[in-house]
């Protein structure tokens, strides 16, 4: 029986399966309990080929929540652009958050735990900051692009409607691994979206046009 050449990975292939193989392992284990071994394990590879990519253990650490960090503004990018309309953009954000819960399981998971993490083990505190703050940014640069498209309202502070709606994607996560139901998440978030951005004034007939 003849087999097909095995495909060998490129060094960004191979780092890139590592790191979903670390945010796996991050997922079941915690990232104060990620280590190469682990990694190796759940990847399929020798610890050393894990060692080669991460020299040590704050590396690795680092590198993974990079990874969760990389995944979620990627997904943010998909939908902050000038071609969507500003509203539209930041509801199909939290939509499609929610939506990488159950496609993503993993990096949810991590996610929620490195929001958390202010005892700063691994310097992962300060760069979930930077996470932070250059998601708020993001929103909050929808935020002030709809009050000009008359979307949404003028009184609506851009940093404070982005910081809640940072927040509810941490509630959104909690309610997802509380087992609750899909239609209570939904009415959850829907309800965020009204008392951070007030209700759209273009489709009120005494508001803006």
């Known amino acids: 029986m003849v087999h097909a050449?095995?495909?060998?990975?490129?060094?960004?292939?191979?780092r890139a399966q590592l790191l979903r193989c670390a945010v796996a392992d991050a997922a079941k284990v915690g990232l104060g309990r990620l280590t190469?071994?682990?990694?190796?394990?759940?990847?399929?590879?020798?610890?050393?080929?894990v060692f080669a990519y991460f020299g040590n253990r704050?590396?690795?650490?680092?590198?993974t929540v990079d990874e969760v960090k990389r995944f979620y503004l990627e997904l943010a990018a998909r939908w902050h652009r000038p071609e969507i309309p500003a509203r539209a953009a930041i509801e199909g954000h939290v939509k499609a958050y929610y939506d990488s819960i159950h496609s993503a399981?993993?990096?949810?998971?991590v996610w929620l735990e490195w929001c958390t993490a202010v005892r700063n083990e691994f310097g992962i505190w300060t760069s979930f900051l930077d996470y932070y703050e250059r998601m708020v940014g993001l929103l909050a640069s929808s935020v002030r692009r709809g009050q000009k498209q008359g979307t949404i309202g003028r009184s609506v502070n851009?940093?404070?409607?982005s910081r809640l709606l940072v927040s509810c994607g941490v509630t959104i996560t909690q309610l997802h691994f509380m087992q609750r139901d899909r239609r209570e998440i939904t009415r959850y978030f829907n309800c965020s979206l009204r008392l951070a951005l007030g209700d759209d004034p273009s489709r009120d007939p005494g508001g803006a046009a």
Do not use: F, I, K, M
């Open 158 to 161: 851009a940093v404070d409607a």
């Open 58 to 63: 704050t590396a690795l650490v680092e590198a």
């Open 105 to 109: 399981l993993d990096y949810a998971q």
């Open 5 to 14: 050449a095995r495909h060998r990975l490129s060094q960004a292939e191979r």
């Open 36 to 49: 190469h071994a682990g990694v190796a394990r759940e990847s399929g590879v020798a610890v050393p080929t």
